[in-house]
T-cell receptor, first 112, second 116 residues
Framework: DAKTTQPTSMDCAEGRAANLPCNHSTISGNEYVYWYRQIHSQGPQYIIHGLKNNETNEMASLIITEDRKSSTLILPHATLRDTAVYYCIVRAPYNQGGKLIFGQGTELSVKP | GAVVSQHPSRVICKSGTSVKIECRSLDFQATTMFWYRQFPKQSLMLMATSNEGSKATYEQGVEKDKFLINHASLTLSTLTVTSAHPEDSSFYIC????????????FGPGTRLLVL
């Protein structure tokens, strides 16, 4: 699976948008970009995933560059409960044997 | 929404004993489940893939005789840590993709194992 590069940590003010970047310059054509987050001492929570188009759901938006070498997860109005480690993962489709391999992630701290 | 549960949530055992951790998909069937381990301040490490009705496949460096996996039904996978030692103390997490929508993978809440 392709590796990803994320900043180790980021801060965000409560109520502001949190923009979390991810580089995946070696991504293959069939690999999706996934975002999960892990709140302390809990299991990871699925946020969003996409292939090449931008995606939005009730939690976040995912912006993927046209060359697919990087992406940004956007939490539009961060709250204190969004404090967590955010993982960007690239993975082949599940039916092609793709597995979720976690990197180090970005530790996001939302501050009052 | 889809839910994956784990039992127990926390276990303390003596060195040399075996510990079984259960992973259940509560409202969907999962022919495959994944087991991860996470040490403090580290990321999740994939240990093995549990396959319903067949043998589990282990990631490189994971001892299959140490970490026994059984996937007896479409909603239950178990991980048994045999002859546990203090270095096995960790946070064990399972996950499962829905059979009909496998691109979204759901994680359990984790089991914290402490071996004394």
């Amino acid at each position: 699976d392709a590796k990803t590069t994320q900043p180790t940590s980021m801060d965000c003010a409560e109520g502001r948008a949190a923009n979390l970047p991810c580089n995946h310059s070696t991504i293959s054509g069939n690999e999706y970009v996934y975002w999960y987050r892990q709140i302390h001492s809990q299991g990871p929570q699925y946020i969003i995933h996409g292939l090449k188009n931008n995606e939005t759901n009730e939690m976040a938006s995912l912006i993927i560059t046209e060359d697919r070498k990087s992406s940004t997860l956007i939490l539009p109005h961060a709250t204190l409960r969004d404090t967590a480690v955010y993982y960007c993962i690239v993975r082949a489709p599940y039916n092609q044997g793709g597995k979720l391999i976690f990197g180090q992630g970005t530790e996001l701290s939302v501050k009052p | 929404g889809a839910v994956v549960s784990q039992h127990p949530s926390r276990v303390i055992c003596k060195s040399g004993t075996s510990v079984k951790i259960e992973c259940r998909s509560l409202d969907f069937q999962a022919t495959t489940m994944f087991w991860y381990r996470q040490f403090p301040k580290q990321s999740l490490m994939l240990m093995a893939t549990s396959n319903e009705g067949s043998k589990a496949t282990y990631e490189q460096g994971v001892e299959k005789d140490k970490f026994l996996i059984n996937h007896a039904s479409l909603t239950l996978s178990t991980l048994t840590v045999t002859s546990a030692h203090p270095e096995d103390s960790s946070f064990y997490i399972c996950s499962a993709p829905r059979a009909l929508a496998p691109e979204t993978q759901y994680f359990g809440p984790g089991t914290r194992l402490l071996v004394l």
